[in-house]
């Protein structure tokens, strides 16, 4: 498994400004992703960050509102630029992790970050 | 995209069985996996299952998966009260770099 932490675990912040969401795996990953999670709805992949690559972002989301940074094989940084209220939402990383031999793929999740925007 | 549903609420009484239902629509899904999500708190990874499966029984979880139907299953046996969560559903294949696409989650209710 992997232990993932974020930072910071919840924040209030006001329109027009933005918050750089920190995510910290416990083990070198090749793959992590960036979802987003709106109240009482399911999760959304907002991208997916490779180290030494630029990020891949879904549709719906660009690079300009959500510049992702993976400068290493433990650790991504997900901004949320320009925010309004619409952006309140659960951030989450999660990372792929490929145990043993048998080439399985299970996916561990942070805690979240829980974003309130007025 | 490609769609996985599930239904929306489940309640049962606890000591019984819980069987909580997934379809998925990509022929091409390499693994299925089961979160669960405590009130306030993350996703839990309790298992998930490769394609070429068709049964995965882990502890009080028991996993089935038809493939020609695209159906999933979640099976707890013995539901507890600590089991009452929202139960999500998804799949994962290399087209999409195995990210994840979510079902709208089972909200579980057990009574005692």
């Known amino acids: 498994s992997a232990v993932i932490s974020q930072k910071p675990s919840r924040d209030i912040c006001q329109r027009g400004t933005s918050l750089t969401i920190q995510c910290q795996v416990d083990?070198?990953?090749?793959?992590m992703f960036w979802y987003r999670q709106q109240p009482g709805q399911s999760l959304t992949l907002i991208a997916t960050?490779?180290?030494?690559?630029?990020?891949?972002?879904e549709s719906g989301f660009v690079i300009d509102k959500f510049p992702i940074s993976r400068p290493n094989l433990t650790f991504s940084t997900l901004t949320v630029s320009n925010m309004s209220p619409e952006d309140s939402s659960i951030y989450l990383c999660?990372?792929?992790?490929?145990?043993?031999?048998?080439?399985?793929?299970?996916?561990?999740f942070g805690p979240g970050t829980r974003l309130t925007v007025t | 995209g490609e769609d996985v549903e599930q239904s929306l609420f489940l309640s049962v009484r606890e000591g019984d069985s819980s069987v909580i239902n997934c379809t998925y629509t990509?022929?091409?899904?390499?693994?299925l996996y089961w979160y669960k999500q405590e009130p306030g708190a993350g996703l839990q990874l309790l298992t998930y299952?490769?394609?070429?499966?068709d049964m995965k029984q882990d502890q009080r979880l028991t996993v089935l998966l038809n493939k020609k139907d695209k159906h999933l299953s979640l099976r707890i046996a013995d539901t507890q009260t600590g089991d009452s969560a929202i139960y999500f559903c998804?799949?994962?294949?290399?087209?999409?770099?195995?990210?994840?696409?979510f079902g709208k989650g089972t909200s579980l209710l057990v009574t005692p």
């Open positions: 999660s990372v792929e992790v490929t145990p043993g031999r048998d080439s399985t793929n299970e996916q561990y």
């Open positions: 083990s070198q990953v090749t793959m």
């Open positions: 960050a490779n180290q030494g690559s630029e990020a891949t972002y």
């Open positions: 990509d022929s091409s899904s390499t693994y």
């Open positions: 299952i490769f394609s070429n499966m």
């Open positions: 998804a799949d994962s294949n290399s087209n999409s770099g195995y990210a994840l696409n």
